[in-house]
T-cell receptor
C-alpha cells in the first residue's frame, strides 16, 4: 500500500532563517506531488505541484520554492523565512490523470511551521 | 470565478441531528468531486468521491453525498451526528486541466452534546 511521509512534524524558525520541508511517498511510482499551505483560519492554498522529476509548477508567487530531486521526493524550501510563512504545510500525491481528470489526492500528516 | 463554494464556514448541530454541509461547483463539464475531512493538526482524509458513476455516493463514517448536475451541487449529509464528527470538511473539484484540485474554503462542524 502507499504511504506518504512528511517531516518534521513541527518547526519553529526565526525570521530570515532558511527552510527545508521534506515529503516522500512509498508504494507508487511517478506520482503527481503537491504542496499546500493552510494559514490560520484559512482554507487550502496550492503552492506547487509536480508531474515528474525536475518539473515544478508554481501557483502563487511567494518566498518559497520547491524541488523534486527524485521520483517520490518533494522538497519545499525558502532562503529567508518571513512571518507570513507561518502555517500548516501539507504534501499530497495522486496517480497521474488519465483522460484529463485528476482522481483522489492523498495527504500527508502535515508540518506545523511557526516563524517568530 | 470560484470553482467550489462551500456555504457556511461554521455549522453547529446537536448530537443525533442531521448533518448537511453544502458544496456548489462551477464547471462546464462534469467534474470529479470530493469531500475530505480534517481533524486538528492532521492531514486531510478522503470521505467520499464522485467520478461519474452513481450520483449518490456513500463514504466512510456514515456520510454520503449526492451529485446534482441541475443544481451544480454536491452536498454532504449524515443522518445522525456523532461527537467524533466534529472537524473541518472540505469540498474539492477536479476539472479537466489534468493535474489540479480546487478546494472550497472549508466548513467547521461543531457537534453539541
Amino acid at each position: 500500500s502507499q504511504t506518504i511521509h512528511q517531516w518534521p512534524a513541527t518547526l519553529v524558525q526565526p525570521v530570515g532563517s532558511p527552510l527545508s520541508l521534506e515529503c516522500t511517498v512509498e508504494g507508487t511510482s511517478n506520482p503527481n506531488l503537491y504542496w499546500y499551505r493552510q494559514a490560520a483560519g484559512r482554507g487550502l492554498q496550492l503552492l506547487f505541484y509536480s508531474v515528474g522529476i525536475g518539473q515544478i509548477s508554481s501557483e502563487v508567487p511567494q518566498n518559497l520554492s520547491a524541488s523534486r530531486p527524485q521520483d517520490r521526493q518533494f522538497i519545499l524550501s525558502s532562503k529567508k523565512l518571513l512571518l507570513s510563512d507561518s502555517g500548516f504545510y501539507l504534501c499530497a500525491w495522486s496517480v497521474p490523470p488519465s483522460g484529463g481528470l485528476t482522481d483522489t489526492q492523498y495527504f500527508g500528516p502535515g508540518t506545523r511551521l511557526t516563524v517568530l | 470565478a470560484q470553482s467550489v463554494t462551500q456555504l457556511g464556514s461554521h455549522v453547529s448541530v446537536s448530537e443525533g441531528a442531521l448533518v448537511l454541509l453544502r458544496c456548489n461547483y462551477s464547471s462546464s463539464v462534469p467534474p470529479y468531486l470530493f469531500w475530505y475531512v480534517q481533524y486538528p493538526n492532521q492531514g486531510l482524509q478522503l470521505l467520499l468521491k464522485y467520478t461519474s458513476a452513481a450520483t449518490l455516493v456513500k463514504g466512510i463514517n456514515g456520510f454520503e453525498a449526492e451529485f446534482k448536475k441541475s443544481e451544480t451541487s454536491f452536498h454532504l449529509t449524515k443522518p445522525s451526528a456523532h461527537m467524533s464528527d466534529a472537524a473541518e470538511y472540505f469540498c474539492a473539484v477536479s476539472k479537466n486541466n489534468f493535474n489540479k484540485f480546487y478546494f472550497g474554503s472549508g466548513t467547521k462542524l461543531n457537534v453539541k452534546p
